[in-house]
Each structure stands twice: as C-alpha cells, then as structure tokens.
C-alpha cells in the first residue's frame, strides 16, 4: 500500500486529499493529491517528483472561485509563503512584495493600517493575494492590477521562475494571462504598488451614500473601506455562514446594438458603456428577471439576497449546483439572447 502522506523537502505531500473544507461552496471532493508549500523554491522539485510528473496541476489559494464538479485526478499545490516586504519607496509611492498564501482582506487591512491608499475598496474579498492577479479582482470601481507592479510565478513552460510585469499580464474585467493559461502559471509572489496619498474612488453606486450615514464628510481610505465593509455585509451572503464564490457569473458584454435593443424592451437593466465600446450589463438584473433569485433544488440555490451567488444550503454536489447554474444560465440566455459565462474556474 501507497504512504498517505510523503514529507518532501520544503512540502508535505498527502494523498487521497479531502477538499470539503478547501472550497469555500463546501463541496465535498477529493483531490489525487496535494502539497501544502511553506516555499515556492520547492516547487521544481516538487513537480519534478516521479510519481507527480505529467499529473494535471491545480494551484488552489483559499478555494474562494472554484467549483468542484468532481474529485480532482492529479496534483493540488497550495502555496503557503506568506510575509509582506518592503522593497522601494518613490515619490509618496510605496512598493511591497507579498508572498501569495497572505491573505487578501489581511493585506489590505494592513494597507490600511500603514496609512496607504489604493487597495480599500477591495477589502473583505475572501481568498490569498497569489489568486488576485488570476482574474484580476474587481469591487466597487476598482481593480487590483492598477496597483499591481509585477508578478512572480513559476512558467511551467520555460521552467523557471519569472517577474512579470503588469503590462505584460494582459488584466482585463475578471481576466488574465494567469486565467487565460491555468496550466502554464504558479504565483508565488505579488508586487504592488501604492500611494501615500491619493484620489479615493467613491463613484461605485452606495459609497457615498454609506459615508453620508457615517457622518463621514472628508473620506480618507480607512472611511471608504469601512463603507464599503458595510455594503458588502448587507449585501453578500457570508461564505461562514453558507457555503458561496460570491458572484457566479460575469456581468457580460454585448455590441451596442444588442444593448440598445435591450434597452428599449427592458429600460431598468443596469448598463455600462465601456472604453471599446461594448455595454456591460448587469448579470444580476438579467438572473432576477427570470425568477430564479431565491430559487432552490435541492440544496443547490441561487441566493435569495443577491441573484449573481450560487449557493450551497448544506450537501448539495458539485454536480447538483453546477446543473442549477448551467439551469439559470440556460433561462437567461432564452429569454434575453445574452449568453452568461461563469466566473469561478469550474473543475476538473
Ligand atoms: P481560489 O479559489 O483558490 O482559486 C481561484 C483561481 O485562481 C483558480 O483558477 C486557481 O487555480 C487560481 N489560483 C489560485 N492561487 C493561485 C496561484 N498561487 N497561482 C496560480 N493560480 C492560482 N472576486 C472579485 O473579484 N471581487 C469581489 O468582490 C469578490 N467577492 C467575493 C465574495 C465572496 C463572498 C466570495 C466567496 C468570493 C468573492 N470573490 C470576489 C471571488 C474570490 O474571492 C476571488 O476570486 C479571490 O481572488 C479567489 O482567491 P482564492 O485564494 O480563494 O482562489
Ligand atoms: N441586482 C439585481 N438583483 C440582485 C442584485 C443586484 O437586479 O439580486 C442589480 C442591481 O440593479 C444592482 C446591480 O445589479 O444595482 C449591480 O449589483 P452589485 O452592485 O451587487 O454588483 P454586481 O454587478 O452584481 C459586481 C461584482 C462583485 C463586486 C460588486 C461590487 C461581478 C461578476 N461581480 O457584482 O464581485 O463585489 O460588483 O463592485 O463583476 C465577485 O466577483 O465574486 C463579486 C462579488
């Protein structure tokens, strides 16, 4: 019989791996195997590990974007290295390295804390700082890559490690070269880059209203993210509580001429014009108005707070809540010809 468990340098390795409480849906599943690193230097090694080579691969961060439709046939590495370092400091602008297995909500609130601007209306995104760069993590009328400088990830096809920069990582609206090519990329490492002082983005619907109720006049970054803290408790369902990956779909983009033809049929969905001249429409809108806000089968459901958030009410499989939201996706697209694509990474 094969050892359930292998300690290799700088990683444990464990087979069989249950993965119910690494996927914050709750799904429970189980993985060939996973290696837990304290440091990505293990990684070539690692890879390299007879029984491990040619396995599929997965990096998994705090499983806050992903849906397990099944159990996982090959390899799970999850990068533990955490740490914040300075590295530079330019004109009122601060950079910071951080290990990928930080947390995310720790880091901003660490920002916060050091009196820097830029990360504050992303706090309380769950999962690790080594994901954000993945699909770019957006709340409130902010992404990160604005604040990112570079990012440091093993290439599995040049087989080294690389730093690449935030011009060459392709960002886009819940999009990545990371995202493009999961295969490709492990990161171990973000650089950042934030001001001491800076413009506040208080446009996103709600913040200014949210401050207003906090008697808040001059907003400094500490306000805005305390606002924002506000909007995301009332609105999203807390993954504690009952298991979700926040949004489970994409708000789409169409051509004009769609937009403008849902326009005039449905004058209430949220649009937003965009700088190449596609619409993004509101998923959320398009969900509700099908009825399936609230909508339960079995114990896969769709959020009776929020449209967009698949949830788990206790034992439903990856399989069951993957048929609801393929279900929803389905009634959207009959009824308005808008074809919606999940956010969360659907495996295997
Ligand atoms: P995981 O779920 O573990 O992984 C997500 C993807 O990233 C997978 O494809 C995985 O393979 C890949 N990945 C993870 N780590 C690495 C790595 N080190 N190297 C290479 N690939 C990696 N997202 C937003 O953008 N905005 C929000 O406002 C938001 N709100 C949310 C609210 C709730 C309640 C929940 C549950 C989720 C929300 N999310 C939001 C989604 C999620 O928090 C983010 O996508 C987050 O970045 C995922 O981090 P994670 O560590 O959990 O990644
Ligand atoms: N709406 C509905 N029904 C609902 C909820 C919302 O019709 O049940 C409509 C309302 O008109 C509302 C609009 O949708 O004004 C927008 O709602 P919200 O502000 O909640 O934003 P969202 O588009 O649903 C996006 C992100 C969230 C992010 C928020 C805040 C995507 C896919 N989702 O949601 O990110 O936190 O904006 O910026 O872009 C995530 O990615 O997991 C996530 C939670």
């Not at 290799?8 to 837990?36: F, H, Q, Y």
């Amino acid at each position: 019989m094969r050892p359930a468990q292998i300690e290799l340098p700088g990683c444990m390795l464990i087979e069989d791996a249950p993965l119910d409480a690494r996927n914050t849906l709750r799904v429970k599943a189980r993985s060939a195997w996973l290696a837990a690193l304290s440091d990505p230097a293990a990684l070539p090694r690692l890879l390299d590990f007879p029984t491990l080579r040619g396995l599929p691969l997965l990096a998994l961060g705090a499983g806050s974007n992903v849906l397990f439709t099944g159990d996982w046939p090959g390899l799970i590495v999850q990068l533990r290295n955490g740490g914040i370092e300075r590295i530079g400091e330019t004109q009122g602008q601060v950079q910071l390295r951080v290990g990928a297995g930080e947390s995310w909500d720790a880091w901003v609130r660490w920002t916060l804390a050091q009196g820097l601007v830029g990360l504050e209306n992303l706090i309380l995104i769950p999962g690790t700082v080594g994901a954000a760069p993945i699909q770019n993590i957006g709340a409130y009328g902010v992404e990160v890559a604005r604040s990112i400088l570079s990012v440091e990830a093993w290439d599995r096809e040049r087989n080294c490690f690389v730093d690449l920069r935030a011009d060459d990582c392709a960002f886009g609206y819940r999009d990545s070269c990371f995202r493009r090519e999961p295969q490709r990329w492990i990161i171990s490492a973000v650089r950042f880059n934030l001001a001491r002082e800076g413009a506040l983005h208080l446009d996103y619907a709600g913040i200014r209203e949210e401050l207003a109720g906090m008697r808040v006049e001059q907003p400094r970054a500490v306000h805005v993210a305390e606002a924002v803290l506000r909007l995301r408790t009332r609105k999203l369902p807390d993954p504690a509580l009952i298991g979700n990956a926040g949004s489970f779909f994409k708000n789409p983009r169409v051509d004009a001429a769609l937009a403008a033809t849902l326009r005039m049929r449905h004058p209430g969905l949220p649009q937003w014009p965009q700088a190449d001249g596609s619409i993004k429409l509101s998923a959320a809108w398009l969900v509700e108005a099908t009825g399936c806000k609230g909508l339960r089968e079995g114990d896969a459901g769709i959020s009776e707070r929020h449209a967009l958030v698949l949830v788990n009410h206790g034992a439903a499989s990856g399989a069951q809540l993957w048929a609801l939201a393929v279900r929803v996706r389905d009634a959207v697209h009959m009824r308005f010809g808008v074809l919606l694509e999940a956010e969360p990474r659907v495996l295997p």
